[in-house]
């Protein structure tokens, strides 16, 4: 009885600690800790994208200086990331992960500060802050125009608050930390799971961390959403002083809020990491034993003899290895054309998405906080085709080949796509003194210097003034003076204007020729061109995804097996530097010559752009990247025709054996979202 009722005890103990260590699983809690860092990680990208244009508008920056800050990300992230994939795997990696999780939330709160010390937004050079809508101007027939401009005092004192501009270079420095920070995150944190996940596991693990990151990328960009849509200096001003929406091309939202909010998670996130085990399968009653047990310390310091006196050599021989991995690599001609491939794809994704909420709003006439939920509503049709792909690709048994034919098709339905949004421009806009001569009826003569009509040209108007009215003609003028309005509403409607005798040439009847504030309104005819925008941008969404997995098999069996995780890092490290940095600059170099309107800084100087000749801004942002696209499907065509002379035979042997060209080690890990997950020996970044 004795050693029965003893039986029970130690089984009923057993069983309690079986119950504990369920409950405190340190893979699980792992996994829990890097699934809230992945939404930390998409919080502050989706921030930065949809911020991107605010930063423009508040530091007055051109494209082109924008996507060089939007790079700073990808340069931070390139500085570490080969050395991550390749010798990341033998460090403490949840230390890691949380340490990285820590900077990523430091430069994401950097990139937040400047706006703490900056004085408030003046969102045109005439007039201050929490000035009445009296300081508009008018029409002042027979007044000199040293009424409507500032004096050499002003322009003085202005020039030396302009010098608070350069603190967009804090903004660089915040996104570089925050790259650098970020780099861990993913590939240490999958291959821990794939090491550590009992068999059979690891694709669930996998796929809900991909799941929880989709559901955190809708999260991202309806915060994304609310922040464009609140005043930059909302807590500090009285908004009902601002007479600007965020329809108005000067609209700055609360551009920091997105990076201050994702900036305290992560660092909040990072706490987990460093409580969590190297080995998360090791005993907690063995990992202790091991730091108090005398003869396990004899073992240690012997072993910790051996390493040091090795050392040089061990490094050195680590060292060759990589050297001669590199070799192999870049000698591989296969895996050389899938890199320029995939560069030319994701250079064109990359400067694509950056200014998609410019054009959006350029275009289409639609603030940058509804262009975010649209983005959010995208996120579905990419889980669909992610699914999709990796349940076709098993379910077909595709061969080597096979799989980059298949890409190929998503990669050119994707482009077809692409191709019809240069069917969707809507009409230029109609701009008195820019596309039109300030009658509203004769097309202006050139982009710049119309020359001003009878009916303002004695208005004594400062011509670099950017403040937009719409005539009940249909017709934006640049200013209400230049629009000919002499009167202005009262405090029951300050942003109307009368009398404008710009109106009453241009032939439309009137009885007050009267215009309001802001742009005129796209009409209906490019209101239904948007709708088809969105659903093509759905269906190019939903085929880019398609293609996902496949991009990442190739990636795979086009080199040695022993060299998969280097050739990830290596090809993660050109999408970042030459497609990460390289491609918003050009994107944002080719977008500032399609501007028409330039604002002006305080000394005079030019700003940021008000707006762009819609025709050509669309013509130069879709077609590079159409351009790019259309390079990567020649390059496509190259690479099936070089992998059929290296497989041939090769696959139809593997087919007769049983129809599969990657053993099951490679297909089993394709996890619930379709995504290609290597083992710890394959692989440490999962980033393509």
Known sequence: MDECQHLNKTTEAQSTEQKKARCYDPLKMFLAALSFSSICKLIAGVSMKTAITHIERRFDLPSSVAGFIDGGFEMGNLLVIVFVSYFGSKLHRPRIIGIGCAIMGAGSIMTALP?????????STETHINTTENSISTCLINHTATLTKPSPEIMEEGCEKESE????????MGNMLRGIGETPIAPLGISYIDDFAKEGQSPIYIGILQSVAMFGLIGAFLIGSV??????DVGFVDLSSIRITPQDSRWVGAWWLGFLISGLLSIISSIPFFFLPRNPNKPEKERKASTHSHGLETDEEKNQTDISSNHVQHVTLTMTDFLKSMKNLLTNHLYIIFVILTLMMFSGFVGGFTYIFKYVEQQYGYAISQANLLGALTIPFMVIGMLLGGFLIKKFKMTTVGIAKYSFFTAAMSFACHMIYLLLFCDPKSVAGLTLAYDGINPGTSQANVPLSYCNSDCNCDESVWEPVCGDNGVTYLSPCLAGCTSRGGHENPTMFYNCSCLEISGYKSTNYSARLGECPRDNHCKKKHYFYISVQFLEAFFTALGATSLILLLMKNVLPELKSLAMGFHSLIMRGIGGILAPIYFGAMIDRTCLKWSTTSCGTRGACRIYDTVSFGTAYLGLAAALRFLALVLYIV???????KYEGKDTKALENGGKVMDEANLAPLNSNGHFVPSS?????THI
Not at 115 to 123: A, D, K, L, P, V
Not at 165 to 172: A, D, F, G, P, Q
């Open 115 to 123: 706006h703490f010390f900056m004085g408030y937004y003046r969102y």
């Open 165 to 172: 501009s350069y603190m967009w270079i804090y903004v660089l």
């Open 227 to 232: 922040v464009t849509r609140m005043y930059v």
């Open 639 to 645: 690479l099936i025709r070089a992998m059929k002379k």
């Open 681 to 685: 020996s394959e692989v440490d970044d």
